[in-house]
């Protein structure tokens, strides 16, 4: 019975994993995070409360219940970080203060008192890597200029690994992992009307339900990998159970590379999808793509990548894992989720 520490446990990946431990292990959940709005369901669930146990608190103010959760728990999953671009650009302090040094005092911890770091790494580690496939062992991770703050992430999340690494020389039982564009329901709000404040699927998809044009980012011509959180969180579970030892001082790539598209496909496919659904047929009339320039779009400090599709090799063989979504069924997943808040979000017109 593994008692599972969940940093930003509200959060997209935080709550999925969450349920999915609750629902199929005897493992205890131990989370932290400054909003429950994604996880009330699993909170007032009978079954799980004597597994489910939440703090409400920040990384950076409640250090010490933090530090005694590390020492008290088997398996650590600090998952609170910035992840939109629109961030690194404007506020790329924020960035470097929250990913890098509210994490580092847990990094610290985990290698303290000797617990399993299940650490979240990012696709963006590779920067504008220039080759077909992103391999987590031979890559070479390239990045713009310092005038381009978009890369703060990128620098901050790779300093990280470095430093995990460093641990891990000296005894500390880590894995990372690096999601390649996970998708599904409840990863940003839809009600964010603001252009940029959330990630792409999410960002279409309000505008489809509002009846708004959908802004294309240079051309829309740059390509993702995107991966069904379904797919991610049983590579994760792997991750957490470590049958073996067999993820301990591993990188993993979780991606799909089948499902690699650009977003102006997905734009398409968004937009060929909602007219099936009543609910979105009226607003996805609506819509029409408009291209804008990444300036315009994000600011002057952005930089974008062409392709980035993950080498899953050794995560398939290692964890016995492979991912089965299809890009059509991860779209349809979301659009069947979202299907009782639509009201909701078409009030943001008013």
């Known amino acids: ?95 470097f203060e929250l990913d890098f040094e509210a994490n580092l005092p847990i990094v610290r911890s985990a290698a303290k008192y000797g617990k399993h770091l299940v650490f979240p790494s990012t696709s963006e580690v590779y920067g504008m ?48 992992f690096r999601p390649f564009n996970w998708i599904g329901a409840g990863l940003d709000s839809i009600h964010t009307p603001k252009e940029g404040s959330s990630r792409v699927v999410t960002q279409f998809f309000g505008h489809i339900v509002r009846g708004e044009n959908i802004s294309l980012v240079d051309g829309g011509h740059q390509k993702r990998a995107f991966t069904d959180i379904d797919d991610g969180i049983d590579a994760l579970m792997k991750i957490i159970e470590n049958k073996n030892g067999a993820a301990s001082g591993k990188i993993y790539n979780i991606g799909n590379p089948v499902n690699n598209y650009s977003i102006r496909e997905l734009a398409d496919m968004m937009l060929k999808l909602a007219p099936q659904y009543p609910e979105y047929a009226e607003g996805a009339a609506k819509v029409q793509i408009v291209e804008t320039t990444s300036g315009a779009y994000y600011g002057a400090g952005y930089q974008d990548v062409k392709n980035r599709v993950p080498k899953i090799t050794n995560t398939c063989e290692e964890l016995g894992w492979k991912p089965t979504t299809t890009m059509a069924d991860a779209l349809k997943k979301i659009f069947d989720a979202y299907r009782s808040q639509v009201a909701e979000a078409q009030k943001l017109m008013d």
């Open 129 to 176: 890597c220039h080759d077909e496939e992103f391999d987590p062992e031979n890559s070479e991770l390239i990045c713009g200029p310092i005038n381009k703050p978009r890369w703060i992430y990128s620098n901050a999340k790779q300093l990280m690994d470095r430093v995990i690494w460093g641990y891990g020389m000296e005894g500390l039982n880590f894995t990372l």
């Open 1 to 95: 019975m593994k008692k599972v520490l969940i940093l930003g446990v509200n959060g997209f990946i935080g709550h999925h994993l969450s349920k999915r431990i609750l629902e199929t292990t005897d493992w205890h959940v131990y989370g932290m995070d400054m909003n429950t709005d994604r996880i009330t369901d699993l909170l007032e669930n009978e079954s799980y409360k004597s597994r489910m146990h939440f703090f409400e608190g920040d990384i950076t103010i409640n250090k010490e219940w933090v530090e005694y959760h590390v020492k008290k728990c088997d398996v650590i999953l600090p998952l609170v970080a910035i992840a939109t671009p629109s961030t690194y650009v404007k506020a790329p302090l924020r960035v």
